[in-house]
């Protein structure tokens, strides 16, 4: 058999992975339009995060945001489908400087729905903003309490996530920090959640810059680990911390395992089934101009397999991602939000992909045109009730505060 010459070889080596290169790049939707925005709250400034609830029992999801400019937290109900497309009922349920958090958590279990916030800055700390004992004045900003948790006092906090962890007494919740003395760990409810002064925070591990936290069982044991992205320092990368069970064994360590990205500026993550094998993957942003795509490899989330999918040229810089069938093909696709995204960039993105999710050719879709630069947690769900997926989020530089953008799939006559 003739042997091939090593400069032959070299060439064929150099024109595949051109190629491989080219089918991973994403080309932009040439003419694409933008999405309807429909305005939720813009009363106040720099909108910084949405999260969702249904705080009232209509059966429809309402929505808590911390306004980091305008120092206020914000609580917004759904109104009904027919009127979602206007703005939405909504209360101040505390004042706090600097925020970068706010989420619904019952904590007390009187079955109203407080909200936890967290705030870095000068401010450093986690507060608890109690609902009023009458549900019918869950609108009523003046019968809102807040108090601030000492166990929390002097990190900057970053992000929450309420969870029951010990099976014993209130809520938990976990959150994580930045900067100086950062660390993630949780937060145990007191036997009374009120006396703010028993709760107590266990650090599970030391942090740069926790960016995104996500509870879910991540090697199938039936117990909600720590899926989360720290984007700064040594310990910077994309990890998931096992739990290690109710009760007692809380005090044992909580297992560190590597998802990847430890050379990487991470920002937020989700977690779903990209390639659909029925195993749930984790997908990441990384600065500059990345989607990382870690396709899960084993049952117990050990192994898993990173794939770089670049942000198109008219994006702005990455932020945060979700994984959800945007045009119903039965296929999953990827949303994306960027800072920096100053006109006339996009600032948030949809991207389709024919063939693997490993190797494919992804192509990305417009959704929020040249209007806003600096988006944040995307948020998929249908709020409209027309079966598609539409897109919350928030946007802090222009203001243009909460809002969602409809998909225009079942107009457009999709399935």
Avoid at 193 to 209: C, E, I, N, S, T
């Amino acid at each position: 058999m003739k042997r091939e010459s090593l400069p032959s070889i070299l060439v064929c080596t150099i024109l595949v992975c051109a190629a491989l290169a080219q089918a991973a790049e994403p080309a932009a939707q040439p003419s694409g339009e933008a999405w309807k925005r429909h305005a939720i709250d813009n009363s106040s400034r720099g909108a910084d995060g949405t999260r969702i609830l249904d705080v009232n029992g209509d059966g429809l999801p309402d929505v808590a945001t911390g306004w980091e400019e305008g120092g206020v937290v914000r609580a917004c109900l759904h109104p009904g489908y027919g009127k979602v497309r206007g703005k939405w009922q909504a209360v101040t349920v505390g004042k706090v400087p600097s925020l970068e958090d706010a989420v619904f958590a019952d904590l007390d279990g009187d079955g109203k729905v407080d909200v936890i916030s967290a705030a870095e800055g000068s401010t450093r700390r986690i507060s608890i903003h109690w609902a009023p004992a009458d549900r019918a004045a869950y609108t009523d900003a003046d019968k809102w309490t807040t108090t601030a948790l000492p166990a929390s006092l002097g990190q900057s906090w970053m992000f929450i996530v309420p969870i029951q962890l010990d099976g014993r007494d209130g809520l938990d919740f976990i959150a994580g920090s930045k900067s100086h003395g950062a660390s993630i760990g949780w937060f145990q409810a007191p036997s009374d959640p009120r006396d703010v002064k028993a709760w107590k925070y266990h650090k599970l591990r030391d942090a740069g810059w926790i960016m995104s936290i996500i509870a879910v069982d991540m090697n199938d044991d039936g117990r909600e680990d720590i899926l989360f992205s720290d984007r700064k320092g040594k310990n910077r990368g994309v990890f998931w911390l096992d739990n290690p069970g109710p009760g007692d064994a809380q005090g044992k360590p909580w297992a560190v395992h590597t998802v990847g990205a430890t050379d990487k500026e991470c920002l937020f993550l989700d977690y779903g089934d990209l390639d659909g094998d029925g195993r749930r993957d984790v997908v990441t942003t990384a600065k500059p101009r990345d989607l990382i795509y870690f396709r899960r490899k084993d049952a117990k989330g050990e192994a898993w397999e990173p794939h770089v999918i670049p942000l198109p040229a008219n994006a702005g810089r990455s932020k945060a991602v979700a994984v959800g069938d945007i045009d119903l093909d039965s296929r999953a696709d990827l949303v994306f939000s960027c800072e920096s995204a100053t006109p006339p960039l996009s600032g948030v993105m949809w991207m389709s992909r024919k063939g693997p999710a490993t190797a494919g050719a992804w192509t990305a879709h417009d959704i929020s045109g040249p209007e806003g630069v600096k988006f944040d947690l995307v948020i998929l769900i249908d709020l409209d009730n027309d079966g598609d997926l539409d897109i919350l989020t928030c946007e802090e530089r222009q203001n243009l505060g909460v809002f969602w953008y409809e998909n225009p799939t079942r107009a457009a006559g999709g399935r």
